[in-house]
């Protein structure tokens, strides 16, 4: 069964630093893109960053500059490096998947969350 296993939320003071993890627990064939969402209290899931297999990324203009994400050789363990963080950076941080199963089928996947609080 694959789920994607997040680590690295906390609390931070403003101007801190965290790295996020992902990591693809699973048999996968392979890695079509993998991202970062975020959901604050009273707000809708947004997106922070994206990353394709063939290394495109996309990021939310409240982070660019700020927020960097990586992968692993491998392209199964995913971070996101959150540097400058802010108060509104406060969220929970949600790991997104789109992986193949096997040569012809997809999934959509979501880890569990993890929270990121920073601290005025």
């Known amino acids: 069964q694959v789920q994607l296993v997040e680590s690295g939320g906390g609390l931070v003071q403003d101007g801190g630093s965290l790295r996020l993890s992902c990591e693809v627990s699973?048999?996968?064939?392979?890695?079509?893109?993998m991202g970062w969402y975020r959901q604050a209290p009273g707000k809708a899931r947004e997106l922070v960053a994206r990353?394709?297999?063939?290394?495109?990324?996309d990021y939310a203009d409240s982070v660019k500059g700020r927020f960097t994400i990586l992968r692993d050789y491998a392209e199964t363990t995913l971070y996101l490096q959150m540097n400058s963080l802010r108060p509104e950076d406060t969220a929970v941080y949600y790991c997104?998947?789109?992986?193949?199963?096997?040569?012809?089928?997809?999934?959509?996947?979501w880890g569990q969350g993890t929270q990121v609080t920073v601290s005025s």
């Open positions: 997104n998947a789109d992986l193949m199963e096997s040569a012809t089928t997809s999934e959509n996947y």
């Open positions: 990353r394709t297999r063939g290394g495109a990324t």
């Open positions: 699973g048999r996968i064939f392979s890695v079509i893109a």
